[in-house]
C-alpha cells in the first residue's frame, strides 16, 4: 500500500486550499478512504470518509460546511475541499485507507496512511 498527499501550503485565513491523495498497491475503487489531520500538542483528527463508489460520505460537525471529500477512481485520488481556513486548521493532514465515523474525532484507529502535507493557515 502506497499513499502519497499532497496540496498543502501556507495561506491566509479566509483563504481555500484543495488537498490531494493518490494511492496504489490495493483496488482502490473497493476501499474506503478518510482524510485525517494532526495538529500542534494533539493527537490524529478524524476530517471525512468516503466509501469506495464515492456515494458514501461522512463529516466531523466541526468540519460540515467548510471541508468536502470526494474522489475519482479513474486517478486513483480522494481530494479534500477546504474552504474559509483559519488557524485553527494549521497541521498536517494526511489520507489513510478505510472508513471511519466517529462520535468522538479523536478516536482515529491505526491504518495505513501517507506522509501527510502541511497547511498552515497565518497572516
Known amino acids: 500500500v502506497q499513499i502519497v498527499e499532497s496540496g498543502g501550503g501556507l495561506v491566509q485565513p479566509g483563504s481555500s486550499l484543495r488537498l490531494f491523495c493518490t494511492a496504489s498497491?490495493?483496488?482502490?475503487?473497493?476501499?474506503?478512504m478518510t482524510w485525517v489531520r494532526q495538529v500542534p500538542g494533539k493527537g490524529f483528527e478524524w476530517l471525512a470518509s468516503?466509501?469506495?463508489?464515492?456515494?458514501?460520505?461522512d463529516s466531523q460537525n466541526a468540519v460540515q460546511g467548510r471541508f468536502s471529500i470526494s474522489r475519482d477512481n479513474a486517478k486513483n485520488t480522494v481530494f479534500l475541499q477546504m474552504n474559509n481556513l483559519n488557524p485553527e486548521d494549521t497541521g498536517r493532514y494526511y489520507c489513510?485507507?478505510?472508513?471511519?465515523?466517529?462520535?468522538?474525532?479523536?478516536?482515529?484507529?491505526?491504518?495505513?496512511r501517507g506522509q501527510g502535507t502541511q497547511v498552515t493557515v497565518s497572516s
Open positions: 468516503i466509501n469506495g463508489d464515492g456515494r458514501l460520505i
Open positions: 489513510q485507507k478505510g472508513w471511519m465515523t466517529l462520535g468522538n474525532p479523536y478516536d482515529v484507529p491505526s491504518g495505513p
Open positions: 498497491g490495493f483496488t482502490f475503487s473497493d476501499s474506503a
